[in-house]
């Protein structure tokens, strides 16, 4: 049986009421999003703030150390205690964390909202990954998977200000994840997938090339990289991409679609993963464009 992690369950409220006053001059309570600072602590050896919602820290705290690469698997945590009377993560592993401060010395800035950091280069072992080659979506789930999202209640639609992750199994929703940083809400999505795997460890369980990601967020590199890094090889986005994070989803195979809303999207990297089964009329626009094609 494998050796899961003990892990509190600190959950925090996700709004907060406040006063304001709109454009009427009158005063009206409306709900924000509760961001928060939590540190984590690593063997009493101070690593990361992370700034966050605060829905599930203990996931990503753990999914948070499995994209930077500190460690490969939850096995090597012992515990993961999030107390929020100190906004702080303590993170006790089994062995220690090999030379963490040699890979910890480097710190890039990353394109996050809140300015996320990773450790490293960001391309470090990004030629190691390998997605299975059969994984892939088809058009119709991609709707479904759209739609899916657009009915789902959310801290976005109470209060604003948040970023949006889910994990798929084809059309079927398994994770919604809202934070102030698509970074975190990927991070913690990790960390669950992460438990889940290790928890089942059976052959009837979904393997992660069978999974879809979906974000609100933008296509960097990062978001990118960290999705293969979780074996995901179809990522789905209401927003674009950028170039590195093209450059960086054709180098590893990954099918990257974008400006997904309703009934359009754009599929910007590795086509051969998306099966067209549900294409939709042409508006006038595309027919007069394809008639003067010809």
């Known amino acids: 049986m494998p050796l899961l992690p003990q892990l509190t369950q600190a959950r925090a409220p996700l709004t907060r009421e406040v006063e304001v006053v709109n454009e009427h ?12 600072d939590l540190t984590v602590y690593v063997d009493k050896r101070e690593l990361v703030t992370l700034m966050t919602l605060g829905a599930q820290p203990e996931w990503l705290v753990l999914g948070y150390l499995l994209n ?4 490969a698997s939850v096995e090597e945590i012992e515990s993961i205690t999030v107390d929020w009377d100190v906004n702080a993560a303590s993170v006790k592993t089994r062995h220690g964390i090999d030379r963490i401060e040699e890979r910890t010395s480097k710190r890039v800035v990353t394109t996050g909202c ?17 997605l299975p080659a059969e994984a892939g979506l088809r058009q119709s789930e991609l709707y479904a998977i759209v739609n899916a999202i657009r009915l789902k209640e959310s801290t976005y639609k109470s209060a604003g200000s948040v970023h949006a992750c889910a994990l798929f199994h084809g059309q079927e929703l398994q994770l919604f994840v809202e934070d102030v940083g698509r970074h975190n809400a990927v991070d913690t999505i990790a960390g669950w997938m992460a438990l889940q795997e290790d928890a089942t460890a059976s052959p ?3 393997a992660a090339g069978e999974k879809i990601f979906y974000t609100t967020g933008r296509l960097t590199s990062e978001m990118v990289i960290k999705s293969a890094q979780m074996g ?23 099918c990257a679609i974008g400006r997904a809303t309703h009934h359009r999207f754009l599929c910007y990297a590795n086509p051969q993963r998306l ?5 939709p009329p042409a508006t006038p626009l595309a027919r007069e464009r394809s008639a003067a094609a010809s």
């Open 232 to 254: 995901v090889a179809v990522v789905v986005s209401r927003s674009g991409i950028t170039q590195m994070g093209l450059d960086v989803a054709l180098r590893v195979g990954l």
């Open 68 to 71: 930077q690469r500190l460690i």
């Open 25 to 36: 001059g009158a005063r009206e309570t409306i709900s924000i999003p509760a961001e928060r």
């Open 275 to 279: 099966v067209l089964d549900a294409v």
């Open 114 to 130: 809140g300015q996320g950091s990773v450790f490293g280069n960001l391309m470090d072992e990004i030629d190691s990954i390998r």
């Open 204 to 206: 009837a369980a979904p």
